[in-house]
T-cell receptor, first 113, second 112 residues
Framework: GEDVEQSLFLSVREGDSSVINCTYTDSSSTYLYWYKQEPGAGLQLLTYIFSNMDMKQDQRLTVLLNKKDKHLSLRIADTQTGDSAIYFC?????????????FGTGTRLTVIP | DAGITQSPRHKVTETGTPVTLRCHQTENHRYMYWYRQDPGHGLRLIHYSYGVKDTDKGEVSDGYSVSRSKTEDFLLTLESATSSQTSVYFCAMTGHSSGEQYFGPGTRLTVT
């Protein structure tokens, strides 16, 4: 399988920025993804970035991609208590037209009021 | 995503019994997936489908089989459940060129 690596935990104070990092393995991944999982729920797609982009911004979220180092990061500006969750990055590989995703172990973000 | 549901949401079963989990989507998407989520492993792909009657193995397929007789339904079967298959199972679908997947709410399976 693929080895996508993330740190397990991150704590930030409410109002600060959060940066969640990820390293992936497959340089041929066309898209890279960030998902959020709240307790007892499924995964919610936050954003994704096409591999020929360096940066993508979507409201409070900024994704940075360094293809040379195979490093992906998610920055959350003005972090709120509602952002407390587990965040997964995922790389992709296509088989029979299906875009199979390979996930990291997830980073648990705790926002301190 | 409201367009994808899973049943049952919770199940407790005994070792050696067969179990079938159902995933149902209303989006007419071609591709569907089954994952399991375990602490320290993130999500791992069990099987996927690229069309009706077209399926293939993922990275942790041993002990599992799948079937897709209709576009909207993707079934995951544990022929003889073992305690190592205690997990949370997620179904997902995609039909977009950017490949993003949309997940169901999950099924928590406990094998005693």
């Amino acid at each position: 399988g693929e080895d996508v690596e993330q740190s397990l935990f991150l704590s930030v104070r409410e109002g600060d920025s959060s940066v969640i990092n990820c390293t992936y393995t497959d340089s041929s991944s066309t898209y890279l993804y960030w998902y959020k999982q709240e307790p007892g729920a499924g995964l919610q797609l936050l954003t994704y970035i096409f591999s020929n982009m360096d940066m993508k911004q979507d409201q409070r979220l900024t994704v940075l991609l360094n293809k040379k180092d195979k490093h992906l990061s998610l920055r959350i500006a003005d972090t709120q208590t509602g952002d407390s969750a587990i965040y997964f990055c995922a790389e992709s590989k296509v088989f029979y037209g299906a875009n199979n995703l390979f996930f990291g172990t997830g980073t648990r973000l705790t926002v301190i009021p | 995503d409201a367009g994808i549901t899973q049943s049952p949401r919770h199940k407790v079963t005994e070792t050696g019994t067969p179990v079938t989990l159902r995933c149902h989507q209303t989006e007419n998407h071609r591709y569907m997936y089954w994952y399991r989520q375990d602490p320290g492993h993130g999500l791992r792909l069990i099987h996927y489908s690229y069309g009706v009657k077209d399926t293939d193995k993922g990275e942790v397929s041993d002990g599992y089989s799948v079937s897709r007789s209709k576009t909207e339904d993707f079934l995951l079967t544990l022929e003889s459940a073992t305690s190592s298959q205690t997990s949370v199972y997620f179904c997902a679908m995609t039909g977009h060129s950017s490949g993003e997947q949309y997940f169901g709410p999950g099924t928590r399976l406990t094998v005693t």
